[in-house]
């Protein structure tokens, strides 16, 4: 197995994870702040918009089952890449598309990404590539939210399903198995 990390931010991290989690090949996916300047953040600290991180993803996956370009392929399908700096109605930099590729080569990657994904989009694609960042892991409670809180919670009822819908029609043949259209 070889693995690679691929560091994510399309708005709230528990969206942008519950995902992730169900893609072949994805062998976790950790919820998380980077990019910011303030040193071992809170959420409460990222919330507030004044530390500079995004919410982010860290996705570590087996190259030998899905490629880094497969999955920026899903996460411009399954995120909106044209709002600058939210996402519905979470508002603030915290909520920004980025990518935070961690080689040339995966810069390359998510140039050719976007080049892909802007047909599928009626406005300009606004995602940063941005360099590599201190990652800094959210608190346990936020890790794998869908799984353990998400379903009860109205936000992620409204704002997940139709993430994961975008994933299982698209992206049919790169579920783990047991998930279905």
Not at 149 to 173: D, M, V, W
């Amino acid at each position: 197995m070889a693995e690679q990390i691929a560091t994510l931010a399309g708005g709230c991290f528990w969206c942008v994870e519950a995902v992730f989690n169900d893609v072949a090949g994805v062998t976790q996916v950790e919820s998380g702040y980077t990019g910011g300047h303030a040193v071992d953040p809170t959420y409460k600290q990222v919330c507030s918009g004044t530390t500079g991180h995004a919410e982010a993803i860290r996705v570590h996956f087996d190259t030998d089952v899905i490629d880094y370009a497969t999955l920026l392929d899903i996460f411009f399908h399954t995120h909106d890449p044209t709002q600058l700096n939210r996402q519905g109605n979470d508002i603030g930099t915290q909520y920004r598309s980025a990518v935070f590729p961690t080689s040339p080569e995966q810069e390359a990657e998510v140039r050719a990404a976007i080049e892909r994904a802007q047909p599928d989009w009626p406005a300009p694609i606004v995602t940063t590539i941005e360099p590599d960042a201190p990652w800094y892991p959210a608190e346990d409670y936020h890790q794998a939210y869908w799984e353990s809180e998400g379903q009860s919670n109205p936000y992620c009822l409204a704002t997940i399903p139709p993430k994961l819908a975008k994933l299982r029609k698209s992206y049919q043949a790169r579920l783990k198995a047991g998930l279905v259209a």
